[in-house]
């Protein structure tokens, strides 16, 4: 059975509605009672609660974004919850309501909308070179977004409008499930890495049973899927991180940390979590040959692996002299524009 919350997304209220508009403070539902009122809009008003009824969703929540004398501050304390006619107003349908700043995002989304109920989702494969012989060791696989026209929708943009509107589980849930099937489909023999944010996993055994199903299905080996933790950083709950890494690595999953040597917090997690890759920061990479104190936690990066016994990645290079001075300290893998940028039919030699 697959995680509901990763696999649906929010319908968008269509049709008449009776709408529910709650706020921090009065002076606030005064501000919008009068507001709307000027709209057309007939609303009663009672204590801490404002009660429309409304034919168009979309159209008031654009009056509301559109409201010059709401400040930033009240804009995050409007709460709207739209109920069709024959809803009632009871307790767990309040957990529904959403700030208005979120509607307005998810009204702005509906192409991630679109993306996300029609996975309409590819992959681009970024190259990954063993040192020792020069050959392709893996691919990264990066998820672009296929929209209605044709057009890519970029990462970053996918990525930052599904944590505005809750849609981060599921998208991250598609990005690993389609990097896994189109590897395959691909007809890739290396090994892949899988990105995966921790933050988009509520419980391992439940938000990550699809992605094993579909490696098993497609009888990927997992010995050559390598699950790589992004924004690493960023991560909030170290125990929760570790749970997720024990499940990957108990379906016989490999593991990987990015960004390494970005700062203390990156090492830390090197230490508690015993990846089988980490992936140096590419600030750390970037011009090294000039840098010494670069040079120098490099050195002390790559001591710390052959003692942990695991594999070291620099990424991000993109010349020659990046890539020699690398190979002389004895890094393992490299990925760079210097081997290839990501693109829609994986590389097959260098």
Request: overall charge negative.
């Amino acid at each position: 059975m697959s995680c509901r919350h990763c696999t649906t997304t929010p319908p968008w209220p269509n049709g008449r509605r009776t709408l529910y508009i709650s706020a921090a403070h009065e002076y606030i539902l005064d501000k919008i009672a009068t507001a709307l009122s000027s709209e057309g809009y007939g609303c009663q008003l009672a204590p801490m609660q404002l009660c429309c009824q409304l034919e168009d969703f979309a159209a008031l929540v654009t009056t509301l974004t559109a409201l010059a004398d709401l400040t930033e501050t009240e804009r995050r304390n409007i709460h709207l919850l739209p109920l069709a006619p024959d809803e009632a107003l009871d307790f767990g349908k309040m957990a529904q309501a959403k700030t208005l700043e979120s509607w307005a995002t998810l009204l702005q989304a509906r192409e991630l909308v679109w993306l996300l109920d029609n996975g309409s989702l590819t992959v681009h494969f970024q190259p990954i070179v063993a040192v020792a012989d020069h050959s392709i060791y893996a691919y990264e696989c990066l998820a672009r977004g296929v929209l209605a026209d044709g057009s890519f929708m970029a990462p970053g943009p996918m990525f930052t409008t599904a944590l505005k509107t809750g849609l981060l589980f599921n998208l991250d849930r598609q990005c690993r499930e389609t990097a896994i099937k189109t590897a395959a489909v691909k007809n890739i023999h290396q090994n892949i890495f899988v990105n995966f944010l921790p933050s988009s996993i509520y419980n391992p055994e439940f938000c990550l049973r699809d992605t094993v199903h579909w490696a098993q299905q497609l009888e990927f080996d997992p010995g050559r899927i390598v699950f790589e933790v992004v924004e690493t950083e960023k991560v909030d709950s170290l125990e929760h991180l570790i749970h997720i890494l024990d499940y990957y690595r108990s379906k016989g999953f490999r593991t990987a940390l990015d960004d390494i040597g970005s700062g203390f917090s990156s090492l830390n997690l090197f230490a508690r979590l015993q990846p089988n890759i980490i992936k140096l920061d590419m600030e750390l990479v970037r011009d090294v040959h000039r840098s010494e104190i670069k040079q120098s936690i490099a050195r002390a990066l790559r001591a710390m692996c052959r003692d942990a016994g695991c594999q070291i990645l620099a990424e991000g290079i993109e010349t020659r002299e990046e890539y020699d001075w690398f190979k002389a300290l004895g890094v393992d893998l490299m990925q760079g524009y210097y081997f290839g940028k990501p693109s829609a039919e994986p590389r097959r030699s260098l």
